[in-house]
């Protein structure tokens, strides 16, 4: 599929009822594809990576992705519904009411960026992400929440993006957009080591979800639908947003369903640009606006060190590579409730 026919079917998708319709508030907004100029990354930016483990991925091609600002109306609305995961020693208060104070580091400090690279003045904190599926209902990856009690200690924080140019994001968040854990209701994370003749040992990857319940009903944010009718296939153009390496909220556009999906096998596999802390994150079916995935694996080491000593983005041809890996939606819908198309 052609990086056009993408753009066509993802633009397509913010006018799909399961997120909302696309207002133009200026002229020669009518055609959906002429929004693509307001979301282009600058050539000044650089490309960024992802890793084969579940906390690193790496950029294909170009680095697509898009702040929250600089999104269509119907990509907003779904983006706050996407909430970032942080430790509860990260997300701190005096007392017992009013605002919370995330403690941020800098991307660049943190992971030793060279100069120019992408993002490197933004803030970090969130270590995964996550959708909104049903009204106190989070869907995240089961390596992010390992138990109860990873869980418990486990802040869900919303709204954590850049909202306007040359604008950082919220170290201070409403009270509002806070929530702990009640429970685990379900989860998954199940990986598989065989040896062959006493070959060296393969990792068989299985599940890797959680379905979480909030400590109340989030306010002023609507749920997510998923798809319940299939999934994806090879050739079809997806899309995820979450917070790369705890950065705030990124879109990631321009991808597809890279390898065929066999019946029995529990995730698929995309060349969607993403970061660790992307795990958890939603995979959209960029042509029906619905999730079909989430986000639990990349593809190599998310940086390379220069001859300078320090770090820039890994990043592959859009058409090569492991790929990165969502985990399918089948054994954890029971559980989320269907909402109106």
């Known amino acids: 599929m052609t990086k056009s026919a993408i753009i066509a079917i993802v633009f397509t998708f913010i006018a799909q009822p399961a997120l909302a319709e696309v207002s133009f ?67 701190l208060r005096e007392g017992g009411s009013g605002p919370y104070t995330l403690a941020l580091d800098t991307y660049g400090r943190r992971y030793n960026l060279c100069p120019g690279v992408r993002f490197a003045e933004q803030s970090v904190g969130a270590f995964c992400s996550g959708a909104l599926v049903g009204e106190d209902l989070v869907l995240t990856a089961g390596h992010c929440i390992k138990d109860e ?42 990986n598989y080591s065989v040896s062959q003749n006493g070959g060296p040992q393969q990792t068989i990857f299985g599940d890797d979800f959680a379905l979480v319940r909030l400590d109340r009903k989030v306010a002023g944010r609507k749920p997510l639908a998923v798809g319940r009718d299939g999934g994806v296939k090879k050739g079809d153009a997806v899309m995820t947003m979450g917070h790369p390496s705890g950065l705030p909220l990124k879109i990631s556009t321009y991808a597809t ?85």
């Open 257 to 341: 369903v890279v390898k065929p999906i066999a019946e029995n096998d529990r995730f698929f596999v995309t060349n969607l640009d993403s970061f660790g802390g992307n795990s958890g994150g939603p995979v959209f079916n960029a042509a029906t606006g619905l999730i079909e995935g989430v986000l639990v694996r990349g593809d190599g080491d998310s940086f390379l060190q220069t001859f300078d000593g320090c770090n820039i983005f890994h990043v592959k041809p859009q058409n090569a590579g492991v790929g990165v890996s969502a985990n399918k939606l089948d054994k954890v819908l029971e559980f989320i409730p269907e909402l109106p198309l």
């Open 149 to 190: 009690n990873t869980c418990k200690s486990t802040r869900f924080v919303f709204g954590f993006g850049v909202k306007g140019e040359s604008e950082a994001a919220a170290g201070q968040v409403p009270e509002s957009d806070v929530y702990g854990c009640a429970e685990v209701i379900k989860r998954d994370w199940t």
């Open 25 to 91: 508030d200026s002229p020669g907004k009518a055609d959906l594809r002429g929004l693509i100029a307001d979301i282009q990354v600058s050539a000044a930016g650089t490309a960024e990576l992802v890793s084969y483990r579940a906390g690193n991925k790496i950029i294909f091609g170009e680095d697509d992705r898009v702040e929250y600002f600089q999104a269509p109306e119907g990509f907003r609305e779904a983006a706050d519904s996407v909430v970032s995961l942080w430790k509860s020693q990260f997300v």
